[in-house]
């Protein structure tokens, strides 16, 4: 499994990047809220420059018309914007218009294997099943994640999955388990997946030995 940073926080994008861990960036409206008074297309652009790999930016209207417009403005900003689009029956109609136009789509706010498989008939590039907000409902995320590999592998269809709404590190590992293609993790879940007591207390031991070593030289 690939991973994304799923933030609009440039600081965080740019740390993570030094990481070598990190394939693209997902945004999504709240996530750019979160960031206070910013310009949505200036920071979308931005992102997409630093990372040159998939971006995510969401498309919003309800209206067919105004969302294709607007998911053409946010393509335009960049060669690698990917168009957020949410799942329902007029934005699968964007998703297809797009996908006609070689726009890479993302569909978002996935919650059964229907809407997925739906959206790879549109044409979607990309879907994304939401496991943490299905777990909050007391259903089962991660076996969301199984359905739509399986739905996917038996269809033959290339869309990729990107597992979102990761909440934490247990998550990761079962959703890179059950086929997802990417996971979608906040920076503090990407920063916790590295951590481990035993790596901690190793490194310092090495580091100690070292220096007793340097000393005696
Ligand atoms: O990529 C979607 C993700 O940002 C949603 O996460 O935690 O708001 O359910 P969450």
């Known amino acids: 499994m690939k991973f994304f940073l799923d933030t609009a926080n440039f600081e965080e994008i740019k740390e993570a990047y030094g990481w070598g861990?990190?394939?693209?960036?997902?945004?999504?409206?709240?996530?750019?809220?979160?960031?206070?008074?910013?310009?949505?297309?200036?920071?979308v652009k931005e992102i997409a420059d630093y990372v040159q790999g998939p971006t995510s930016a969401e498309a919003t209207s309800m209206e067919k018309d105004v969302l294709l417009k607007q998911a053409l403005e946010i393509a335009a900003l960049s060669p690698n914007i990917v168009v957020k689009i949410p799942c329902y029956p007029d934005g699968l109609g964007v998703v297809k218009e797009l996908s006609k136009k070689g726009i890479k789509?993302?569909?978002?706010?996935?919650?059964?294997?229907?809407?997925?498989?739906?959206?790879?008939a549109a044409g979607a590039t990309y879907v994304s099943p939401f496991v943490g907000r299905l777990d909050d409902i007391s259903e089962d995320g991660i076996r969301l994640i199984e359905d739509?590999?399986?739905?996917?592998?038996?269809?033959?269809?290339?869309?990729?999955?990107?597992?979102?709404?990761?909440?934490?590190?247990?998550?990761?590992?079962?959703?890179?388990?059950?086929g997802a293609d990417y996971g979608t993790v906040p920076f503090k879940v990407l920063k916790q997946l590295f951590n481990h007591p035993l790596t901690a207390k190793g490194i310092d031991q090495f580091n100690a030995d070292w220096a007793k070593f340097l000393a005696a030289k």
């Not at 861990?21 to 920071?43: H, M």
């Not at 789509?105 to 790879?120: D, E, H, M, P, R």
């Not at 590999?149 to 247990?170: Q, V, Y």
């Open 148 to 178: 739509v590999k399986e739905a996917f592998i038996m269809g033959g269809n290339d869309t990729k999955i990107i597992a979102a709404s990761l909440r934490h590190p247990a998550h990761v590992l079962a959703c890179a388990k059950a």
């Open 21 to 43: 861990v990190i394939a693209g960036v997902t945004t999504n409206p709240s996530l750019v809220s979160k960031e206070g008074n910013i310009d949505f297309y200036a920071r």
């Open 105 to 120: 789509t993302n569909v978002t706010l996935i919650f059964s294997a229907n809407q997925a498989v739906l959206a790879a």
